[in-house]
């Protein structure tokens, strides 16, 4: 009866490094979602994705950031050449389905440091 | 543009007695609204739900109030307890995709014994 497991819960990075988050939905999800909360603000939605899809990466910066979700294995976010202002909470959620009353459930976040 | 305004960052209420926290909203066309609760350290939990065909939800200590004219709703907590000190977010569906949800900036809730 796992929740969203997203790992690592830390991670300490370089400005210049990769950053590699992943996240795994809860059993029969099928829709995940990657949020970000800046310290003192609210959480800001980044990309919505299915099995092997992009449905909406709206919400995601246009360099460095990519988002997947592939066929098997969870989702990774991955942000290349980390900067400061990439120090943030990183939250994944995952739904059962799109659309209707969509709850969404969340992980316990990636908590990435850039120096 | 932010359609999801929670404009009290905090809020401090005594044990047992009632917590209400307020959010405002910019577009009609919501569906629904959700609110989550948050710990520190913790990812968002879900806590309660209205449909805007509703204008009011209760799930035990737990009520959502509606006003659609007013596009606003609130949270009340009731007895509040300090295990309910957290922060509140509430959102609602985001305008462009019926899936991604638009947040709030949250409101710190702390309960005092």
């Known amino acids: 009866n796992a929740g969203v497991m997203q790992n690592p819960r830390h991670l300490v990075r370089r400005r210049g490094q990769e950053a590699r988050l992943r996240c795994s939905p809860m059993?029969?999800?099928?829709?995940v979602y990657w949020y970000r909360q800046l310290p003192e603000e609210g959480l800001k939605f980044m990309v919505y994705?299915?099995?092997?899809?992009?449905?909406?990466e709206s919400g995601m910066p246009k360099e460095r950031f990519s988002a997947e979700f592939p066929k098997e294995g969870p989702s990774i976010l991955r942000i290349q050449q980390v900067v400061r202002g990439d120090s943030a909470a990183y939250f994944c959620a995952s739904s059962l389905s799109k659309g209707g009353f969509n709850i969404q459930y969340f992980g316990a976040g990636t908590r990435l440091s850039v120096l | 543009d932010q359609q999801v305004k929670q404009n009290s960052p905090s809020l401090s209420v005594q044990e047992g007695r009632i917590s209400i926290l307020n959010c405002d909203y910019t577009n009609s066309m919501f569906d629904y609204f959700l609110w989550y609760k948050k710990y520190p350290a913790e990812g968002p939990t879900f806590l309660i739900s209205i449909s805007s065909i509703k204008d009011k939800n209760e799930d035990g200590r737990f009520t959502v109030f509606l006003n659609k004219s007013a596009k606003h709703l609130s949270l009340h907590i009731v007895p509040s307890q300090p295990g309910d000190s957290a922060v509140y977010f509430c959102a609602a569906p985001g305008e462009t995709s019926g899936s991604r949800l638009t947040f709030g900036e949250g409101t710190q809730l702390t309960v005092n014994p």
């Open positions: 994705l299915q099995k092997e899809n992009i449905i909406d």
């Open positions: 059993k029969g999800h099928s829709h």
